[in-house]
């Protein structure tokens, strides 16, 4: 039986090495990570970083090397039925061209052992926003559309959790909107529980509630996206003579030189203080602002600290 409590998915040390132990690739290393149930929960990752690697042991497709899967608290590998709960998106699913995205699903479903009555195939075409192309055929849908006729086919057996591989790779502006919409829509009206890979920082920062950010293979950071930017955040303080400046400063915060101002990892609320040490120790206090490190910058800082003493 399994425990309604527990989260939608759980990975343990979750490792894989390609190729032969310990000489191979080690592309997923001791990922571990937890998603409740109605989460819409993102892993971010530059490209290489482990993200599909994650994703396709997550979907019992490639075996670990090491660590666990739990679905709903079941171990994936001694209850593979659990996938039955489970809806996915890899590799932006694979249809017919030559009949329509309405047939696909169909056909989707009936291989599948899912619901193939007409209304419940409409009401998902509806939900992805193809009602209205369902009848034309899949080679004259754009990119965005097939993505979203991949949605729809994961979601034909109605599972709980949909793991999506890089759902807006490949999209333009409109599409990506879309696909955004839809996401939301999932969790929000529909009570999915969503993971998501993305390689684009925006993205998961519109989308998700929390992220684990993976580089080369290895979970760097897990955090509520606001949580992310606001830990991130920082003051910018221009102030003479510098090392002195920095000097007064470093006693109590984390100082970065940036050009000739200082960015010190104080919060907004710190800022009178920090003009009160530098004053203190003698400095000229010329400027003195909030800097919101947007998430692009957080993310570089995370995943390539060694660029820093470039
Ligand atoms: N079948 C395979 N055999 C050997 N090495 C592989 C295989 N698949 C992936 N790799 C390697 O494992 C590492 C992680 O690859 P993975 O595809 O999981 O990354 P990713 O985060 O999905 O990247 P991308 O953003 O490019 O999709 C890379 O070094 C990749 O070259
Ligand atoms: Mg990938």
């Not at 193809?130 to 006729?149: C, E, N």
Request: glycine fraction near 10%; hydrophobic fraction near 45%; proline fraction near 4%.
């Amino acid at each position: 039986m399994s425990d309604p409590q527990a989260p939608a998915l759980e990975l343990v040390n979750l490792s894989k090495t390609y190729g032969r132990r310990g000489k191979g690739v080690r592309a997923v290393r001791d990922v571990s990570l937890s998603v409740a149930p109605g989460e819409v929960y993102g892993f971010l990752g530059p490209n290489g970083a482990g993200k599909s690697t994650t994703i396709r042991m997550t979907l019992g497709l490639i075996a670990p090397t090491g660590g666990e899967v739990r679905l709903f608290g079941e171990d994936l590998r001694r209850h593979p039925a659990v996938l039955k709960r489970v809806g996915s998106l890899v590799d932006g699913g694979a249809f017919y061209p030559f009949l329509s995205g309405r047939r696909n699903l169909e056909v989707v479903a009936s291989t599948h052992g899912a619901p193939t009555d007409a209304d419940r195939i409409d009401s998902l075409l509806d939900q992805v926003g193809l009602a209205k192309d369902a009848k034309r055929k899949v080679k004259g849908y754009s990119t965005g559309m097939r993505q979203r006729l991949g949605v729809a086919a994961a979601l034909l057996h109605d599972p709980d959790i949909v793991i999506l591989d890089e759902p807006v790779n490949g999209l333009d502006v409109a599409g990506i909107q879309e696909m955004r919409a839809l996401i939301r829509g999932l969790a929000a009206d529909h009570r999915k529980t969503v993971f998501l890979s993305s390689h684009l920082l925006h993205e998961v920062q519109q989308v998700c509630d929390r992220v684990a950010i993976i580089s080369k293979g290895e979970v760097v950071r897990e955090a509520r996206i606001a949580d992310l930017l606001r830990q991130e955040a920082g003051l910018r303080v221009e102030a003479a003579p510098l090392d002195i400046a920095e000097a007064a400063l470093a006693a109590r915060w984390s100082v970065e030189r940036s050009g000739d101002a200082l960015v010190v990892g104080a919060t907004r609320d710190e800022a009178p203080e920090v003009a009160r040490r530098l004053i203190g120790a003698g400095a000229q206090l010329f400027g003195l602002a909030a800097e919101q490190r947007n998430l692009e910058e957080v993310f570089l800082a995370i995943t390539q600290p060694e660029t820093d003493d470039a």
